[in-house]
C-alpha cells in the first residue's frame, strides 16, 4: 500500500483539546478475562468512542490478535508465521509482543483507537516494519519520506534501519507515533474516522476504499482477539 500522509496544517490549542477526547477508544478486553459486545464498524469519531477500556487490557488483546493475523497456520505442537515475522530476531512473538506495547503507547499518547492504528499497520505494510513503499515511503505505517516521515531516523537512514534489524521491535516506536499523530491530527481535521483514513492516504479528507479496507481489518482484529481456536487466516 502506498499512502501519501500528507502532514495537515496545525490546529488551535483550544479546537484539539475541545475535540481529541473524542477519538480514544480501546475497542476490547482482555479478552481471556471479560466478555465483549463485538461492535459494528464505526463511521465516526463518536462510534469509535464506544468500549472504552483500560490500556494495559487492549494490549494485550491487540497483542493476541496480531500473533493470530501473522500466523499462516497452527497445531498443539508447532506455529509457522508468515516469513518477515518468524525469521525476526527473537522470534515472531517477541516482535508481536513489541509491536503490541508500542501501539498501545503512542494510541494512548495521541488519543486513538489502538486496534484502528494497528488496522492501518496491517493494511499498509503487512506489519513488515522492513516493507519499502514505490516512492520511499517506511516502516509499518509508511512514512512518506517528505511528510509524515521527514524528521524520522528510521525513514531517512539506510545506516540506521540496518542497526534496527537487529532489534526486535526494529525501531519502529518513533514511526508508529508519528503515524499515530498524523492519524489524529486527521481525525481532528476531517471529522470522521473514515474521511481521516482517506486524508492519511492521500492527503485530501474523504472517504475511500482504502478507508473501507482499515476499517474491515480493524474488526477482523477484534475478531481475531475474542478468537479462542487456531487462526489461518494470514496477512494479504
Given at each position: 500500500?502506498?499512502?501519501?500522509?500528507?502532514?495537515?496544517g496545525?490546529?488551535?490549542?483550544?479546537?484539539?483539546?475541545?475535540?481529541?477526547?473524542?477519538?480514544?477508544?480501546?475497542?476490547?478486553?482482555?479478552?481471556?478475562?471479560?466478555s465483549?459486545?463485538?461492535?459494528?464498524?464505526p463511521?465516526?469519531?463518536?462510534?469509535?468512542?464506544?468500549?472504552s477500556?483500560?490500556?494495559?487490557?487492549?494490549?494485550?488483546?491487540?497483542?493476541?490478535?496480531?500473533?493470530?493475523?501473522?500466523?499462516?497456520?497452527r497445531?498443539?505442537?508447532?506455529?509457522?508465521?508468515?516469513?518477515?515475522?518468524?525469521?525476526?530476531?527473537?522470534?515472531?512473538?517477541?516482535?508481536?509482543?513489541?509491536?503490541?506495547?508500542m501501539?498501545?503507547d503512542?494510541?494512548?499518547?495521541h488519543?486513538?483507537?489502538?486496534?484502528?492504528?494497528?488496522?492501518v499497520?496491517?493494511?499498509?505494510?503487512?506489519?513488515?516494519?522492513?516493507?519499502?513503499?514505490?516512492?520511499g515511503?517506511?516502516?509499518?505505517?509508511?512514512?512518506?519520506?517528505?511528510?509524515?516521515?521527514?524528521?524520522i531516523?528510521?525513514?531517512?537512514?539506510?545506516?540506521?534501519r540496518?542497526?534496527?534489524?537487529?532489534?526486535?521491535?526494529?525501531?519502529?516506536?518513533?514511526?508508529?507515533?508519528?503515524g499515530?499523530?498524523?492519524?489524529a491530527?486527521?481525525?481532528?481535521r476531517?471529522?470522521?474516522?473514515?474521511d481521516?483514513?482517506?486524508?492519511?492516504?492521500?492527503?485530501?479528507?474523504?472517504?475511500?476504499?482504502?478507508?473501507?479496507?482499515?476499517?474491515?481489518?480493524?474488526?477482523?482484529?477484534l475478531?481475531?482477539a475474542?478468537?479462542?481456536?487456531?487462526?489461518?487466516?494470514?496477512?494479504?
Amino acid at each position: 500500500m502506498t499512502a501519501y500522509h500528507a502532514a495537515p496544517g496545525e490546529h488551535g490549542s483550544r479546537r484539539w483539546k475541545s475535540r481529541r477526547g473524542l477519538f480514544y477508544a480501546t475497542a476490547t478486553s482482555a479478552l481471556a478475562l471479560v466478555s465483549v459486545v463485538m461492535p459494528t464498524p464505526p463511521s465516526s469519531a463518536q462510534e469509535i468512542e464506544q468500549n472504552s477500556i483500560e490500556p494495559d487490557a487492549s494490549v494485550i488483546a491487540l497483542e493476541r490478535a496480531l500473533d493470530r493475523r501473522m500466523t499462516v497456520w497452527r497445531t498443539e505442537r508447532r506455529v509457522v508465521y508468515v516469513r518477515h515475522c518468524r525469521t525476526a530476531r527473537g522470534g515472531c512473538p517477541s516482535r508481536v509482543n513489541a509491536f503490541a506495547r508500542m501501539i498501545g503507547d503512542a494510541s494512548k499518547e495521541h488519543t486513538i483507537d489502538p486496534f484502528l492504528l494497528a488496522a492501518v499497520a496491517v493494511r499498509e505494510s503487512g506489519m513488515n516494519p522492513l516493507a519499502a513503499g514505490a516512492i520511499g515511503e517506511r516502516g509499518i505505517v509508511q512514512l512518506h519520506p517528505r511528510g509524515a516521515g521527514a524528521r524520522i531516523r528510521f525513514v531517512q537512514s539506510e545506516a540506521y534501519r540496518r542497526y534496527c534489524e537487529r532489534q526486535p521491535g526494529v525501531c519502529q516506536d518513533e514511526v508508529l507515533e508519528a503515524g499515530a499523530r498524523l492519524l489524529a491530527r486527521s481525525i481532528n481535521r476531517c471529522g470522521t474516522v473514515r474521511d481521516a483514513l482517506g486524508a492519511y492516504n492521500r492527503g485530501e479528507c474523504g472517504e475511500t476504499d482504502y478507508s473501507n479496507r482499515v476499517m474491515s481489518e480493524r474488526q477482523h482484529l477484534l475478531r481475531l482477539a475474542k478468537s479462542e481456536g487456531p487462526e489461518l487466516d494470514t496477512v494479504n
